[in-house]
C-alpha cells in the first residue's frame, strides 16, 4: 500500500506551499520561546525543589515514595499521550502538561508546614499525569518544529531553559536559606514562590501556534500526521515500540535519568541546607555548557553523522562512568564515618562530593538530549515523533520510578543504587552503538524544497530490516 493510499490523516500535505503569513507568531523561534517558557515555569521549578534534596524536606523518605508514585504514572501516561496529543493537538497537551506542577509545589508546601502526607502524594500524582503530556508534546516541539540540521542548536536551547527555572529557583532558595548551616528542611516561604511562578506555565503554554501553521526559514513544512482514528493510534505507539530500533534502545532510555533519584538522596544524606541550595543554583549551570557542547557536535554538518553520534556517546559514557566510580570510593568512606559527615559549602571535604553531583548534571543533562536527537533523526513526521518521543520519556521515567522507590526506605543501600547506575549504563552500550551505525546521511538530508520531508517516511524502514514490520503503518 502506498502512503498516499494509507488512512493515516495528513494535516499539512503541501510540504512545498509556505503559508501567506510570515509573523513572528508562527515562526519557529517563537514556538521554541513559548515551549521553553512552559519549560523554565513548571519542570523548571520543579528541578529547584529537587536541587535541594528531598524537595527540601528534612528526610528524603517521604518525598521519595511521592516521586516515586509520580514517576509511575509518568511512566504509562507519557507512552499514551504522544498517541492522545496527535489527536488533540499538541498545543493542548502542552496546557494539560502545565497543569499539575503547580499541584506538587502546594504538596511539598503543607508536607513542609505540618507533615501533611497525603496531599504531598496526591499532588505528585496529579503531577505525574500532568507531566506524561507535557513531556511529550514539548519534546515533540523542540524536535520536530526546527529544520533538522538545527535540532541541536534547539535542543540546548530548550536544555537551557529549563536549566534557567532551576538557577533562578536556587538563586532564590540561595537567598532564602543562607543562613541555614545546618541540614534540615528549607523555610516554608520558599515554597510560596515557586508555586506563583509554576502557576504561569498554563497561560503561556495557550501561546503556542498549530504545527501546520508554523513556518520554517528554510522553506519547509511541518508535517503533521496522524492515524485515523484513537485505536490506529495506540496501535502505532505499540508498533513503534516494538520495532528493533527501539527495542534496543530502551536500557539507555531507562538509566539515562536514573541518576536523579539517587542524586537527591546524597545531597539530602550529606549536604547542609544552605548547600544544597548552592547546588539547586549553580548545578544547573553544567547541564547548560553540556547541552551547548553537545548540541554544536551534532549539528556540524562538517563530520559526518556517524561519527558524530558515536563521539557524543562516548564522552558521555565515559563521564558518567568517571562519576560512578568516584562515588563508590567516597560512599565507601562515608559508611566509615559515624556520625555520617555532613558538608557545609566550601568546608573541608566539600569539593569531592559537590564535584560528583555536578557531573552527574553534565552528564546527565547530555545523555537526555543525546537521545532526544538520536529519537528524532529517525522520525518521519510530527506524528511519529510525538509517539517516538512519548516512549522515550515514557521508559525514562520507569527508570526513575524504580530509582526513587529505592531511595523511598530508610535504610536504602547506597552501593546498590550505585551498582545500578552504573551496571544498567554499561549495559546499555553496546545495543544503542548498533543503533547509530544505523545512520546515515539520509537522516539529515537537505530538505530545503521539502520533498525529503516526504521521503522520508521510507526511511525509518530501512533499518535491519523493519521493511515487512512496519510497511503501510507511515514509518
Known sequence: ???????????????????????????????????????????????A?????????????????ANAILYALFAVVCVAAGAINNRIGLKWGLAIGAIGYPLYGAGLYTNNINATTWFLIFGSALCGVSAGFFWSAEAAIIIGYPSPKDRGFYLAVWQTAKASGPIVGGAINLGLNANRDQAGSVGSATYIVFIVIMCLGLPIALCLSPAEKVWRKDGTRVIMQKEASWGAEFAAVAQLLTTKRYLLLLPAFFISYFYNGFMSTWLTSYFTVRSRAFSSFFTNFAGIISSFIIGYLLDRQSINIKTRARSAFLVIVAVLTGTWIAALVLQSNF??????????????????????????????????????WIVGQYATNMGNLSRGVGILRGVEALGQTVAWAMQSQGNANHFISI?????????????????????????????????AAVKAVGTERRFSGEEDSTKGRGY
Open 49 to 65: 525543589l529537587g536541587g535541594l534534596g528531598a524537595g527540601g524536606a528534612a528526610e528524603p523518605y517521604a518525598v521519595s515514595a
Open 419 to 451: 551498582g545500578l547506575n552504573f551496571g544498567i549504563l554499561i549495559l546499555s552500550i553496546w545495543p544503542t552503538w548498533i543503533v547509530l551505525n544505523g545512520l546515515d546521511r539520509n537522516h539529515e538530508g537537505d530538505d530545503a524544497d521539502g520533498k
Open 335 to 372: 559508611y566509615g564515618q559515624n556520625p555520617k559527615p555532613v558538608y557545609d559549602w566550601f568546608t573541608v571535604g566539600f569539593n569531592g562530593p559537590y564535584a560528583i553531583v555536578f557531573f552527574w548534571q553534565f552528564a546527565g543533562q547530555a545523555f537526555q538530549q543525546f537521545l532526544y
Open 1 to 47: 500500500m502506498s502512503e498516499l493510499s494509507h488512512p493515516t490523516q495528513v494535516e499539512n500535505d503541501e510540504t512545498l506551499v509556505q503559508p501567506k503569513s510570515r509573523s513572528l507568531y508562527r515562526s519557529v523561534p517563537f514556538q521554541i520561546a513559548v515551549a521553553c517558557g512552559v519549560s523554565f515555569t513548571a519542570p523548571g521549578m520543579w528541578d
